[in-house]
């Protein structure tokens, strides 16, 4: 059995607010005392939404940082840019910005983190005691996937080195995932569990503890497109039912509101905690899905008037609300593959096929000791760009640089399965 693992991807435009505490899916960190970590302290809070930041403690035994973005991608126009926001403030109260502190790279990669290059270098910047907004043009990154790396120094003092809002736009777009609004919290009307395909997440159901939004992100499951799924949605509802409405951005656009991509789940009766009901439906997964990871919304919403009507109408006008009773709001990933790129093979004999170049600018060649039969190339998303019958060399000159997988199957039936990287 031939098996890969897919990387994590989030389609443009994209933005990052660091919403909860955890580190967002497809990100990684530095280990150790190079480790950035997400949540708020002294002067590192955050600039959005909630207080919540990127921040790292740079001093004179914890020199260096670094951490990195999900990819995002592919850019499909010349317009996008890059941007976030960045302070520094000094460890001891009143937090003011340091005149001399360090410096810190903007890299970026269009393979995935394989190769990384410098976008900019921030140095020594005046700070103001606020966020510094920073903007790049990725005009050179058209069609292609891009990941961002910033890579941080301390030449002097004692300070917390901070990051939020991280977004990729063109002109037009605004913050791709916007959010409902509750009038009270979710004290006992929160989410408890979600099932959906292999997603199986139970969530804390602690009055005073359980925020109105979740991010769980960084839990998601692989689904096909004509395919249809069942979900499960389990949580109290204090006074009133509570209606539920799934949302999946099928064709990964950064919005909810398509055809096709709201699901009324159901009704949850008026329980606690401790007895909290379970609704359950179905949810096709439309032929014209775009693969790739995507983002799936879960809204619960006390329903007033359903406590002397049930047949009242659904309470959620949308995924980002602004009329909410009070609910909570969970979003998942989910990612869309045409079918799985596992395949069962006779070992073929080392060195039984070659493939060459690699990584190559243009142009892979194929040498086999068996003819070979037919060929399929994936991105790392898994979905299907090219294929055909017998072949010695394949070309990727009018593909993004990045990283693909060839499936290459022989006369015999044999199955070679390989990674090649495009510069």
Sequence with gaps: MIQFTTIPTAPAPWKEEFLTSNLPNGWSTGTGTSAFGVGTARGATGNGTTATNLFKNQYSSSTTGSFNTIA????????????????????????????????????????????????????????????????????????????????????????????????????????????????????????????????????????GATPSYEDFTNISTDINPGNTYPISVKGPSSTFPSDVMAYIDFNNNGIFDDAGESFYIGQLAAANPANANTIMSNILIPSTAVLGNTKMRIVKNTNIAAYSNPSAPNSISGPCATDLRAGQVEDYTVNIVAGSLSTTENNIPKGGIRIYPNPTTSIIKIDSKEKIKSFELYNISGQLIKKGGKVEEISLENNASGVYIIKITLENNEVSVSKVIKK
């Design 72 to 207: 995002v991608g592919p850019l499909n126009a010349a317009d996008y840019t890059f941007s976030f926001d960045y302070k520094q403030s000094k460890y001891d109260s009143p937090y003011a910005p340091l005149a001399t502190w360090g410096n810190f790279e903007v890299q970026i990669s269009t393979d995935f983190g394989t190769t990384w290059t410098n976008l900019a270098t921030v140095d020594n910047e005046a700070g103001t005691g606020s966020y510094i907004t920073k903007t790049y043009s990725l005009a050179a990154y058209q069609n292609q996937y891009v990941k961002i790396r910033i890579n941080a120094n301390r030449t002097a003092g004692d300070y917390d080195l901070s990051f939020d809002n991280f977004e990729i736009k063109s002109p037009g777009n605004s913050n791709p995932f916007c959010l409902p609004t509750f009038q009270y919290n979710s004290d006992g009307n929160m989410i408890t569990k979600i099932t959906f395909n292999t997603i199986d997440n139970t969530s804390q159901a602690t009055s």
